[in-house]
């Protein structure tokens, strides 16, 4: 019955993350059901699962208004390994909560985690002017706030509305279509998920401070035509101006141009941490080159058969 | 009087860094004193400057342990063309304000900015470890909410404590030493600053979404041993999964090495957006080649004088 | 009166090409007639240009079958600085020589020079299967060989089967089809002659012996889309081992990306002797990109108005 | 007792440097005794070895004055696939032979091979000033020339003075000092020597007519520290201006670097021809980097063992 470590209470957009990677069948459960575990952070999470005390962590890592979720990386990039073994898209879109029987012109106050209320900013001017927000811990805590009489309303979601029963006054509210925040689910190293053919590899490069080092490091990605889709560079935190990149490509571990890739990165870079291979569901680039065939042609000049 | 837009209420990080620019001569006032105009964020101050409301906007860019400042990112990638023509570094280093009297021990709660509760948590678990933590919506705010009786302690700034007639409980605190925030005075394009041999360029590159445009684009920076000092892939709102990248480089738009890369990025980039060229004070990185002797060889070639 | 030294004696192709650059104006004569200097090799024809006997010369630098011509080459990249000014190329056909009166079947002697007998090997097989070879030191003084009496036929040129006052048993003659030579005017160094949109540059690169220094070369001119039409190494006559190299690529060095590209290489390369940009009538390859725009765009922002 | 064909007759340097190939243990005899093949040419040697004629050929590649051999260069890539499998290089320095009895101030006559000539051209101006150069087909046919009373005296070989009962008027003669041939030894396609650690391999690349494609090539070898020792271009004899690529770099095809390199090679230009890895005796270049720390690594995290 392996735990699930996520950021709680319940009914945050995590847990409803976590749900449906369960649902999909992602995570790697031996069949088992799985038992979430709610803690106070994403950083908290992923300590859980370094401790010991969760077998998974499903944690953000990305959205697509704010770019990557900061703690995520630089708590996948510091201490012990840890590896990546699905990802789980989610369009964000907030249920607005309140207890049954308040309508809108009952609002005056509004609970709100500090990102979902930058995010439904303009809505809330254009249908709550009045109401005045009211700082909440998380989105389930800003139903919980409600539930408690804290606040009349919340910025929460569909599960926490739910959970706490709650009512809902607007449905999929969110000021910018298609926002989407997209989570990984987290463990301790171990075999990658198989090679699917839609894949997505993470690493965490540290460079020697050399101009080009950065192009030298990315130039084995596209000389074997390996699609890049992310890069981020993170102060080391040994001081202003010295970075370590996150990098994302298209491919697993076991394609062969990926595990060329990975072995030239090593032999380039000052140190590069492996966060994992795993299936994407969906193409999200350029699939890397297959080597099968340029394998055999060189066997057949090593045996001497051109 | 130039006016000069910045996070306020007076006393805040942002304040000192815009008083110390214009100590250091830093900002083109023509001469004459300045105006600080404080606005309720960096995004505001920003557009303080757009709107004609203000000369220029001093504005945090990076610090050493969060990484860039992504609203501000946002707001100079995004909306009408503004240029950067000053920075300066400030060491992150709090002051713990209490109302004149108060000792540690009448600390019950601690009122303050959730990005510098996070900085000095530590200290705050050592020195005041039962004090309850208050939210505030800055750093000056946090004096403002002790001046005001709401909290009995503040974590804020030297130049907010004094403003609002605290005492200094405990000076530079942090929990994580060489903390440091660079700002950077942003105004409405214009001629940058005279090239002073240690300078910064940023641009912000829009690619084609093909695999190696962006290895592509920084060889035009590497061929040319330009030191490429941060790269950041921001989303581009559009979507998840395409991205606009913050470049900063060792160098002046009139240094001919970065007058060849701009243009090579220019041919070669779906868009090119300039955030200016500035000195930097000190040397931050390998210092752009000169061209001048190849380009005293190429002009004896054309007279036919080799 | 311009002199312009080739390899003789009279009636060499070597003449004929320069009769031809003669007549399409592609020899800077002042409007003056010309003055052809024959000469006993193309490299004496150089050291004419040097010595100041002659204010140019023609000579053969490439032909379809045997590659480059060696001797030309290393007398260009050695010695004083020369420069070419024009190209001209001429298919290669030969002229089978006699007396008049004399019929294939009295043929029983052909003086040939070796590099042409090697050209119509297997056309004597066919047509003149019991003549006997006799070596010569040019195709005319082939022609010279038979009206002279020292030889039953020759395979010569037409020019000089007309200025011996021979008759053409066979004309055209070749192997293989589609062979070419290309000459090249050569002179001191001077302006080169005007950008016509559809010119050639040559350079010979000495470089530091290490690994990659090529490849980091040839990308200066990779990056600026700047088409390589020909390289070729050579040994420096130091040693086995070591080597410069010969490039030909299009464009002309008034041409911006041109002149870019040889900056760089005179940054890069431990020596670049130049050899000219000349026009070549013909596009030869794809034309080197226009930098205009992006130098006018580099323009308005030094203005501050993008 | 494998037939290894090489440029006759009897006393050529090519027989000189086959026979040094045979005393160093290089020609894969089996423990058999070998037995010499004189061909009339080097293109006539590879021939035999594609008729089944030899099984090896003995063949000069470079050498250090006039560079690649063209014929051997154009034979090896064009026709049935063929292999080197070992190299020798030899001094070049003349034997002037003259019958027994004849002195210096008897000679009126010198047979030479015309590249020969060239090459002691100073030497005889100033020690045979009157003596006429009469053309030989190679430097043992010079010796014969002189055996037979064609001439006085032999711009030829140690090795052909002795074979033909000559005298040795003058060793060692060559104007430029260091001139050495490399030799190869080819046969048809089999498994490569074993790798030695001081090794070379060596392709004919046939490139899409792109610009940028030569360069691309050559950077899959470079971003793998793979050193080049040599490159040639050579018409491809459909015209000019297109080309095909002589490569040769330092390593073996068992090398890990360089097999990666062939397969990236395979995959990116138009044609690949392999002419072998075999060993060189002394490095001759930076020896590819090793891989196997970096697959260890690979291995490793595919296992879930960072």
Same mark, same amino acid.
């Given at each position: 019955?392996?735990?699930?470590? $996520?950021?709680?209470?319940?009914?945050?957009?995590?847990?409803? %993350?976590?749900? +449906?990677?369960?649902?999909?069948?992602?995570i790697?459960?031996?069949?088992?059901?799985?038992?979430?575990?709610p803690?106070?952070?994403?950083?908290?999470?992923?300590? *859980?699962?370094?401790?010991?005390?969760? @077998?998974? /962590?499903c944690?953000?890592?990305?959205?697509?208004?704010?770019?990557?979720?900061?703690?995520?990386? #630089?708590?996948?990039?510091?201490?012990?390994?840890?590896?990546? $073994?699905?990802?789980?898209?989610? #369009? &964000?879109a907030?249920?607005? +909560?309140v207890?049954?029987?308040?309508?809108?012109? @009952?609002?005056?106050?509004?609970?709100?985690?500090?990102?979902?209320?930058?995010?439904?900013?303009r809505?809330l001017?254009e249908?709550?002017?009045?109401?005045?927000? &009211?700082?909440?811990?998380?989105? *389930?805590?800003?139903?919980?706030?409600v539930?408690?009489?804290?606040?009349?309303a %919340?910025?929460?979601? *569909?599960?926490a509305?739910?959970r706490?029963?709650?009512?809902?006054? /607007?449905?999929d509210?969110v000021?910018? /279509?298609?926002?989407?925040?997209?989570?990984?689910? &987290?463990?301790?190293?171990?075999?990658?998920?198989?090679?699917?053919? /839609?894949?997505?590899?993470?690493? &965490?490069?540290?460079?020697?401070?050399?101009?080009?080092?950065?192009?030298?490091?990315?130039?084995?990605?596209?000389?074997?035509?390996?699609?890049?889709?992310?890069?981020?560079?993170?102060?080391?935190?040994?001081?202003?101006?010295? $970075?370590?990149?996150?990098? #994302?490509?298209?491919g697993?571990?076991?394609? #062969?141009?990926?595990?060329?890739?990975?072995?030239?990165?090593?032999?380039r870079?000052?140190d590069?941490? $492996?966060?994992g291979?795993?299936?994407?569901?969906?193409?999200?680039?350029?699939?890397?080159?297959?080597?099968?065939? %340029? %394998?055999?042609?060189?066997?057949?000049?090593?045996?001497?058969?051109?």
């Amino acid at each position: 019955m392996p735990g699930i470590a $996520y950021l709680g209470p319940e009914g945050t957009f995590t847990e409803a %993350a976590l749900r +449906a990677l369960d649902a999909n069948g992602l995570i790697p459960s031996g069949g088992e059901s799985i038992t979430p575990i709610p803690t106070e952070s994403t950083v908290a999470a992923l300590a *859980a699962v370094r401790a010991g005390e969760a @077998d998974f /962590a499903c944690v953000p890592i990305e959205n697509s208004i704010d770019g990557s979720v900061i703690p995520t990386l #630089d708590s996948l990039a510091d201490g012990a390994p840890l590896q990546v $073994y699905a990802e789980l898209t989610l #369009d &964000v879109a907030f249920t607005i +909560a309140v207890r049954p029987g308040t309508r809108g012109t @009952d609002v005056t106050t509004i609970a709100a985690f500090p990102v979902a209320a930058a995010q439904v900013k303009r809505w809330l001017a254009e249908n709550l002017p009045n109401a005045q927000l &009211v700082p909440a811990n998380s989105n *389930a805590a800003a139903a919980q706030d409600v539930a408690a009489g804290r606040a009349d309303a %919340a910025v929460s979601t *569909a599960l926490a509305t739910e959970r706490y029963g709650l009512d809902t006054l /607007a449905a999929d509210v969110v000021d910018e /279509a298609n926002a989407r925040t997209r989570f990984v689910l &987290v463990g301790c190293p171990g075999p990658p998920p198989k090679c699917t053919g /839609a894949d997505r590899t993470s690493v &965490v490069l540290q460079l020697d401070n050399v101009p080009g080092a950065l192009v030298a490091a990315m130039t084995e990605l596209a000389v074997r035509d390996i699609d890049l889709t992310r890069i981020e560079s993170r102060p080391t935190r040994t001081g202003l101006g010295t $970075y370590m990149f996150f990098l #994302d490509f298209v491919g697993h571990i076991d394609d #062969d141009s990926v595990a060329e890739a990975m072995r030239a990165l090593h032999r380039r870079c000052a140190d590069v941490r $492996y966060l994992g291979s795993w299936p994407t569901g969906d193409v999200v680039g350029a699939a890397p080159p297959p080597f099968d065939e %340029a %394998a055999a042609w060189l066997d057949r000049l090593r045996e001497g058969q051109p």
